[in-house]
């Protein structure tokens, strides 16, 4: 298991990383705290990801639509399709998220982490570091 990434109030725990699996996945375990969420919408260009739900509930819009995913229940985001997720409840939620291929890596937590300030974030900045890694920024 890696450390722990804190990008902002979240954290994102590696399990597997594409280092380890021969880029054949990304797995991670992402925390979520109470009224927190990602600060960007965007698009994976090169990966599909799948959430499981752990521990709390999140709320995601996927291609403009609004889910919920509680514990035990699955979300598959294909590649290219639009997302957003966001933690709209008193308590934390907890969810593992696995992406094939494995693109990204830790790399690009650590990367984002730096500009992901809950003070004053550096949106500029984030879209940078995320169209590095094949990650696309959707302007709201």
Not at 19 to 28: A, G, N, Q
Not at 82 to 103: E, I, K, S, W, Y
């Amino acid at each position: 298991m890696q450390e722990t990434i804190r990008v902002g109030q979240m954290s994102v725990t590696f399990l597997k990383t594409r280092h380890e699996t021969d880029d054949t996945l990304d797995m991670f375990e992402l925390t979520i705290p109470p009224l927190i969420s990602v600060i960007v919408p965007h698009i994976h260009r090169d990966y599909d990801e799948m959430v499981l739900g752990m521990n709390g509930i999140t709320t995601w819009t996927l291609n403009g639509e609004i889910l919920v995913v509680g514990p035990g229940e699955i979300l598959t985001i294909p590649r290219g399709s639009p997302h957003f997720f966001a933690n709209l409840h008193d308590t934390p939620a907890r969810v593992m998220c696995l992406q094939t291929p494995g693109v990204v890596g830790p790399e690009y937590y650590s990367e984002i982490a730096k500009y992901y300030d809950t003070e004053d974030p550096d949106v500029t900045a984030i879209g940078d570091v995320m169209s590095r890694y094949g990650v696309i920024p959707v302007l709201r």
